[in-house]
């Protein structure tokens, strides 16, 4: 892995991606006690950043796989990325999902034109059914994070927050980032030693899933004990990847932790002070700027905002606890 | 009112506002029968355009005016805007707001460090009172939309709207934007007469509150028979301005209108599909491109959402009805 992956993924990416704004705001500002700024990667196409990696990864293809097909396991924000990057280039595209997995995830990918393919929790082997079908069809895998095209895609964004904090006059802060297996925290944190050394990745995830922390203190991959039970789906991973730890190692700062109560808080904020939706995946960052200012340093702060494909319902929830609406 | 006062308002603003960013969505695309781009200008600083006319409006008075403050008459979007381009200048603001004002209003606009005076909507006359006010303390007015440096500062988006249609491949469509005295509009409509003449400006009113599609049509200024009524709160005005009716009637096409429950679904589009956060006025131009696709023409469409400061329990309520949440 090195920057030129990443500026070549960036070339490849030119006019597909949303160039996301930095987004602030005085009153998130005085909450936080420091500048806070916020790149708004929920703004990107299919809702979240994944679509920089699957796309980076589709159009890296040489042209006789690409036309083969991909395929990829997830039942989220990686899906529909790698479902529209496929769609545009002409790619069939294979989805494999749980069949509990809830109908509008389902239903939004296949609307992306991937054929999903669905399989029991309980009683399919996943990497055995993707491999079986991956064989018969000469699909291509698309990991979701452990691939150096993906992590190359993921790190575009830290490209983008390198300009953007310059045009700040940001020179120096800690970049907040959603962490599950690190694909975008890890490719961030490489973009950013080359373009803005100043500027230093600190990983975040939710209380109890915090694998990444714990191995970045422990200075080996560590696993979670659990692998469900908090409302931060999109970032509950088992483990950080074995390309991915090694960056973050070298790279990143300390790890970060925040509970599901502050990541509904900040995605209340988020939604009265910018005027985006996040998920609460997406928000775990912004809740350390906002409530946990004493573990950060700096006169200000860049947090990524990572995805916004919410259920309605739980949003409209936390709207009810913490707008007071 | 021409281009060049457009753009020194540009150059005015550089740095300070966001270029906000044109999103769109496959699932909106199929919606509508065509590919629509939504400037997003619920991202702006204080969550509305406003902020472009009032910075326009205030970063152009000769450094003495600025220094004895300016005065504006919002409740709403033009009071934040006003507030914080006032504050960021070492400029005293005034808020002159009814004191029957929503409460959040009130503390959101104090936030922004205006001083806000109430005056009673049944007993007191708000012109006079803010004349004596200006009078007394040297202030100088900053009118919402008929006043050509604040239709300067809203024209910006247009420039925007211009150079992100070029880099999208759009060369024609309409252009539909929410309107309230017509100030974005029409500095929307001289901006791409410039700029982008294959893109024409449309405005979008609530039913009811169509004024300007009236006027449009009779060729004079005519005025709402109501002054409330409509959830579209931002964008309930009598009647088109002086300044910006004649710029309407020259540049626009006809005017458009929708329903309160089309803002409604709008909206809640906008956050499922976009994952940006609109107020019901704001979100009337998508809720043209969604549901009336017949009253537009072209291959593509360019929606403006307008501003996003929306009432949580409005919001909470409408992802109820419409996201079957």
Known sequence: MNIEMIEAAAGRLAGEAVRTPLLSSPFLDEVAGRRVFVKAECLQQTGSFKFRGGWSAVSALPLDERTQGVIAFSSGNH????ALAARRHGAPCVILMPADA??????NTRALGAEVVLYDRATGDRDAIGAALAEARGLTLIKPFDEPLVIAGQGTTGLEIAEQAAEAGIGAADVLVPCGGGGLS???ALALQAKAPG???????PEGFD????????GEILRNERGSGSICDAILTPAPGQLTFPILARLAGPGLSVSDEEALAAMVAAFSRLHIVLEPGGAVALAVALFRPDTVEGEAVIVVASGGNVDPAAFRSALGRFAGA
Chains 1, 2 share one sequence.
Do not use: C, M
């Open 79 to 82: 899906a529909q990325g790698v």
């Open 102 to 107: 809830p109908r509008v995830k389902i239903d």
């Open 186 to 188: 890890s490719g961030i």
């Open 199 to 205: 500027l230093r990745v600190r990983t975040v995830e």
């Open 211 to 218: 694998d990444v922390k714990r191995s970045l203190e422990a």
